[in-house]
């Protein structure tokens, strides 16, 4: 997997847009960066993942810069269900997954 | 889709005892699941790599004897707690790859394990 870098902690206004930064810079061209949350006491939860390409789905979407050695997760309207830890990983080529310390979101009311 | 679950979500048991944890992918065939264990306040750890109709490849520090892993079918993986010490209570969680989804991995809901 490929080493990441991501703040501890960020708080958000509910309602608001919430901007995850990941730093991925030894991340192979075959690695694609995938983001994971996990709400306190459950399994974590898959959110997206891309190559190069930003991607969007009905949760999130995942802005790739175009050299790949960082990435953003977008929440477009924070709720206070989305108060979690969040994961970026590099994992490509049937790799095995291992988790980094992750961005403790807090959606404030 | 891509459901994955756990039984039991939770157990206690008496020190010194086995404990048998079943992970499944509900509704995909899965060659390949992961085990991992997180204590409070820390992020999840790898603990060892199961492959369908093989052995499970164990993560360093990992011990194969204390943690058996069996993955009999495409859509079981089981773990074994063998004689369970209280410093191994904590939260066990699997995951699966989807054999047609690529390489994304699902995980299940989790089993909290307590041994007193």
């Known amino acids: 997997d490929a080493k990441t870098t991501q703040p501890p902690s960020m708080d958000c206004a509910e309602g608001r847009a919430a901007n995850l930064p990941c730093n991925h810079s030894?991340?192979?061209?075959?690695?694609?960066v995938y983001w994971y949350r996990q709400i306190h006491s459950q399994g974590p939860q898959y959110i997206i993942h891309g190559l190069k390409n930003n991607e969007t789905n009905e949760m999130a979407s995942l802005i790739i810069t175009e050299d790949r050695k960082s990435s953003t997760l977008i929440l477009p309207h924070a709720t206070l269900r989305d108060t979690a830890v969040y994961y970026c990983?590099?994992?490509?080529?049937?790799?095995?997954?291992?988790f980094g310390t992750g961005t403790k979101l807090q959606v404030i009311p | 889709g891509a459901v994955v679950s756990q039984h039991p979500s939770w157990v206690i048991c008496k020190s010194g005892t086995s404990v048998k944890i079943e992970c499944r992918s509900l509704d995909f065939q899965a060659t390949t699941m992961f085990w991992y264990r997180q204590f409070p306040k820390q992020s999840l750890m790898l603990m060892a790599t199961?492959?369908?109709?093989?052995?499970?490849?164990?993560e360093q520090g990992v011990e194969k004897d204390k943690f058996l892993i069996n993955h009999a079918s495409l859509t079981l993986s089981t773990l074994t707690v063998t004689s369970a010490h209280p410093e191994d209570s904590s939260f066990y969680i699997c995951s699966a790859r989807d054999l047609e989804g690529g390489e994304t991995q699902y995980f299940g809901p989790g089993t909290r394990l307590l041994v007193l």
């Open positions: 990983i590099g994992s490509g080529g049937y790799q095995k997954v291992t």
């Open positions: 030894t991340i192979s061209g075959n690695e694609y």
């Open positions: 199961s492959n369908e109709g093989s052995k499970a490849t164990y």
